[in-house]
């Protein structure tokens, strides 16, 4: 498997894409990053995340304090930067690596970093 992941993120996600206003409902996909051009097996779901700008931050705290803040935190932090939201191509993108968030959540440590990406554009 690890042939087919890229080099720079080897870690498990959450991705967030296709909010819909009319009735609250997205959809959520557990799983990893693949290379471009990796066949999506029978019975799995594959998005193609578009080559965009794209915000990194890692938030940190207890588990449920980091997803009920982690988009006010980040999105703040992108104003302070000088850069927005790009809703155009808008996803949402939780990175659960082994060394910010799993090893300590598996040793019952309470603060966490969980890694979230998200597109941005410069403010104009």
Not at 91 to 112: A, M, N
Request: charged share 25%.
């Amino acid at each position: 498997m690890k042939e087919y992941l890229p080099e720079d993120i080897d870690e498990y996600v959450g991705f967030f894409k296709g909010y819909n206003d009319d009735d609250d409902t997205f959809n959520y996909v557990v799983g990893m990053f693949m290379k471009q051009g990796v066949p999506i097996p029978d019975g799995y779901v594959g998005y193609d995340v578009p080559r965009q700008t794209t915000a990194k931050a890692w938030i940190e705290g207890e588990e449920n304090d980091i997803y009920n803040n982690a988009y006010l935190l980040t999105t703040e932090a992108l104003k302070k930067l000088g850069y927005e939201t790009d809703w155009s191509g808008y996803y949402w993108c939780e990175v659960y690596t082994d060394q910010r968030f799993g090893i300590p959540k598996s040793k019952g440590e309470k603060h966490l970093i969980l890694d979230i990406y998200m597109p941005c554009v410069k403010l104009s």
